[in-house]
């Protein structure tokens, strides 16, 4: 039986109808519209479906709709709202991506990051993307470019 939930996604109030078992990466992709987050793995492992949820972020691929009723889910969409952020721009000094499908959950891994901690370590940095796969560029210059970032 389909239930209205609310969310605040990049800041706008979204209500959708959604199944019990609707599942919230579907549901942003495809019923809201809202396009970068990627299905990669569906099971928790490749972070190409990051989302940052109530400040933290989340594998949308293992998250109910339903259980996202009433939270505040930014994507990479909300967060160059007003044009590129300094993280990105560093992604883009860096060449860091390739095909890019990494980007968006990366991207979001690096911002919940230099929010909780201005200045990491690489190796803070390593710890906290060590969840979002990627499988073009081996990692150093993503981690070269929230390392700048945070200087
Ligand atoms: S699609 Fe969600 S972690 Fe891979
Ligand atoms: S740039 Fe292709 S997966 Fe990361």
């Known amino acids: 039986m389909k239930k209205t939930i609310t969310l605040t996604l990049n800041g706008e109030t979204r209500a959708v109808d959604v199944e019990p078992n609707d599942i919230l990466l579907d549901v942003v992709r495809d019923r809201l519209g ?4 990627k299905y ?6 490749c972070g190409s479906c990051t989302m940052i949820m109530d400040g933290k972020t989340v594998r949308s691929c293992l998250i109910l709709a339903i259980e ?12 160059c709202r007003d044009g590129l952020t300094p993280l990105q721009e560093a992604f883009l000094k860096h060449n860091a ?7 968006p959950g990366m991207t979001l ?6 929010e909780r901690k201005a200045k990491p370590s690489r190796e803070e ?11 073009c560029t ?11 970032v945070a200087k």
Request: aromatic share 6%; net charge negative; glycine share 14%.
């Open 125 to 135: 940095i390593q710890e906290a993307i060590a969840g979002n796969l990627c499988r």
């Open 34 to 37: 809202v396009k970068s987050p």
């Open 109 to 114: 891994a690096a911002t919940e990051l230099l």
């Open 40 to 45: 990669g793995c569906g099971r928790g492992d």
């Open 138 to 148: 081996g990692y150093t210059a993503i981690i070269d470019a929230i390392l700048e």
């Open 68 to 79: 996202a009723d009433g939270s505040e889910i930014v994507t990479v969409e909300g967060l």
């Open 97 to 103: 991506f390739q095909c890019g499908y990494c980007a």
